[in-house]
């Protein structure tokens, strides 16, 4: 029982890692119609950078603070510089924004050197409490709280706010939300650097939680993030969580029940939900079109 | 006083040249119907105006000033609604919600305005709370109007409003854009000649892209001829 209990905390927190990274994913998608491969690498930087402060440091809210500004600095001129001339055009944007995640892994081996950096467990959120004979990883609580807290603060900004109901008009209908008279580049941008900023948070939270960053997760948890936005549907935020929690729980059971098709599972999951409802757990035909 | 001036427009879409020399007049507090059979350039002609086809050459005046090469977003802040053809509301949200998109200001005269379209169309008041894709084929009309009005326009686009309805949802449709003639400026495109005859002041005749012929629309409803000529009804 015991085992079920912690390979639930641990694909919950896995899961709500992968939402920070497919909450943007999908505005970005769902909203801007850009395929942007480059995703992953705005977490890739957010954990080098983030724990490189926080090591340099002693501080993982400074740490936290860092992964987060360099997400929206190369988020503003991943948007300016490499996706704006593309928009339109998605085979241009798989293309540029993958060659763009390839030089940003490899940038980061050129910053920080071609190894593994070690991420230790800030203090505060180190060891664990027992309940019941069960151990829970402080540090995994904490994930999984900062996860919720983006979701509830993503919902209130969509659901509660004027510029929330501009981007959901933009996501069903760009151009009409255009001839009402909003300006969609400035919303573009704003969605382009929220997804960014979140992108950086979630790349120092996966750092004291696998123990160490590497150059090539980037395009790992990229991947896993487009996955669970197709198996969410494009442009929805709870479409996502949903998505990112399934994916974070059937693989975290996958690793341990049966090991050797772990990898596969989430194909699975996506072929499955594909075949019976082609635009996604929560997605609208309209982001589908 | 012309609000409107739209002189000479060409505008490609792809490799399609589709207007080749439109030219109209829209005046302060009439309603100005274009006219013509399918594919003449009517739809074109407002999505030119709005910028989203944007146009070759040509000029297009608005208050006197040239807004041809302007945004979209810029040319309805200058005061332009659009209600396109297939109404295009934002089925996820709410009768109020897409009402709210629209409102930019908090103002008491945008206040008044969104009052003034719940009173215009009282079906919209009842289904405020309702998303937009439940709503029939009127509602979606009467929202897409309400929707382009609440938002500080002087001058309206309306693109087909009677195309889908039943005959007597199009008598409310015209009868709240009667309503709204003392209030803004119309140009209305409109297949349907008896809705477009007893709300139009004047009219112009677009053929091939091209405008072919204009005047007052009393006249158009006494020349037989023409109508045949251009727009195939007796």
């Known amino acids: 029982m015991d085992a079920i209990i912690n390979i639930t905390i641990n694909g919950l927190a896995t899961g709500m890692l992968i939402f920070l990274l497919a909450a943007g994913l999908t505005l970005i998608f769902g909203l801007m119609d850009v395929l942007n491969f480059a995703h992953g690498a705005l977490f890739l930087w957010g954990a080098y950078a983030g724990i490189w402060v926080f090591t340099q440091t002693d501080s993982y809210l400074l740490g936290v603070f860092a992964a987060v500004i360099i997400g929206i600095l190369l988020g503003y001129l991943l948007e300016r510089y490499i996706i704006l001339p593309v928009y339109g055009n998605h085979i241009r944007q798989i293309m540029i924004t993958l060659g763009a995640m390839l030089v940003l892994g490899e940038l980061v081996k050129v910053v920080w050197g071609p190894n593994v950096m070690i991420a230790n467990t800030p203090a505060i959120l180190s060891g664990s409490w027992e309940f019941s004979g069960i151990l829970i990883i402080k540090y995994r609580l904490f994930v999984i709280f900062v996860g919720l807290l983006v979701f509830l603060g993503l919902l209130f900004l969509l659901n509660r706010t004027k510029l929330g109901l501009v981007v959901r008009a933009g996501v069903m209908d760009k151009e009409m939300v255009q001839a009402l008279g909003i300006n969609i580049r400035k919303v573009f941008l704003g969605v382009f650097i929220l997804g960014a900023a979140m992108a950086g948070l979630a790349g120092i939270l996966l750092g004291p939680y696998t123990g160490v960053v590497y150059a090539e997760m980037g395009l790992e948890f990229g991947l896993l993030a487009f996955i669970v936005v197709i198996i969410g549907g494009m442009g929805s935020v709870v479409g996502s969580a949903v998505a990112a929690l399934l994916v974070g729980i059937l693989g975290s059971f996958a690793s341990y029940y049966l090991p050797d098709i772990s990898l596969a599972v989430n194909m699975l999951l996506m072929l499955i939900v594909l075949i019976f409802k082609p635009s996604g757990l929560m997605g609208t035909k309209e982001a589908v079109k | ?234």
């Not at chain 2, 009402?99 to 009173?119: G, H, I, N, P, S």
């Open chain 2, 1 to 234: 006083m012309s609000l409107l001036k739209v002189h000479n427009i060409d505008t490609n879409i792809d490799q399609y040249h589709i207007l080749q020399g439109v030219s109209f007049e829209a005046n302060q507090g009439e309603v100005t119907v274009l006219l013509g059979r399918n594919g003449a350039g009517k739809t074109t002609t407002l999505r030119s105006i709005m910028g989203l086809n944007p146009v070759r050459s040509g000029t297009i005046s608005f208050k006197n000033k040239e807004i041809q090469t302007m945004a979209t977003h810029n040319i309805a802040n200058e005061g332009i609604g659009y209600v396109p053809e297939d109404q295009r509301i934002f089925s996820g949200l709410t009768v109020e919600e897409n009402l709210k998109v629209a409102m930019k200001k908090k103002d008491e005269q945008t206040q008044k305005r969104f009052e003034y379209v719940l009173v215009l169309f009282p079906d919209l008041k009842k289904l405020l709370y309702k998303k937009g894709g439940y709503l029939s084929g009127g509602q979606k009309q009467m929202l897409s109007i309400a929707r382009a009005y609440v938002n500080n326009c002087e001058l309206l686009l309306i693109d087909e409003p009677s195309k889908g309805l039943a005959p007597i949802i199009v008598e409310k449709v015209m009868e709240s854009i009667l309503d709204m003639k003392d209030k803004t400026t119309v140009v209305l495109v409109e297949q349907n000649f008896i809705m477009a005859s007893s709300i139009g002041d004047k009219f112009y005749i677009l053929d091939d892209g091209k405008t072919v012929r204009n005047g007052k629309m009393r006249e158009l409803k006494e020349d037989e001829a023409l109508r045949r000529q251009y727009l195939g009804i007796a």
